[in-house]
Nanobody, 122 residues
């Protein structure tokens, strides 16, 4: 599975931004998709996750009520961000967990897109 993220940019506090991540390759094997972020000097953290069927999602406490994760039938995943705060400034990465089959056996793989920078000015 290959992922291509886009949509980052500079926005003022209180504004909105929508990130997109296009998936390609063996998308039928995707189990779940997620957005992570990494701020300068900090560890990468999970922002939001959604199951491959789009029926279940979860969010970090810091973004609940402000961010919405969604995906379409082509397994493109989106992150709608509203009421942005300066502390949301980070490089955002999309991620997909998917199965890789080896005959009768399989393993769970994790694929990452390149990051997209979101900068929120105060």
């Amino acid at each position: 599975v290959q992922l291509q993220a886009s949509g980052g940019g500079l926005v003022q506090a209180g504004g909105s931004l929508r990130l997109s991540c296009a998936a390609s390759g063996s998308i039928v094997n995707i189990i779940r998709m997620a957005w992570y972020r990494q701020a300068p000097g900090k560890q990468r953290e999970l922002v939001a996750v959604i199951t491959s069927g789009g029926t279940s999602s979860n969010y970090a406490d810091s973004v609940k009520g402000r961010f919405t994760i969604s995906l379409d039938n082509a397994k493109n995943v989106f992150l709608q961000m509203s009421s942005l705060k300066p502390e949301d400034t980070a490089v955002y990465y999309c991620n997909a967990e998917h199965t890789l089959f080896h005959g009768d056996d399989y393993e769970i793989m994790s694929s990452w897109g390149q990051g997209t920078l979101v900068t929120v000015s105060s």
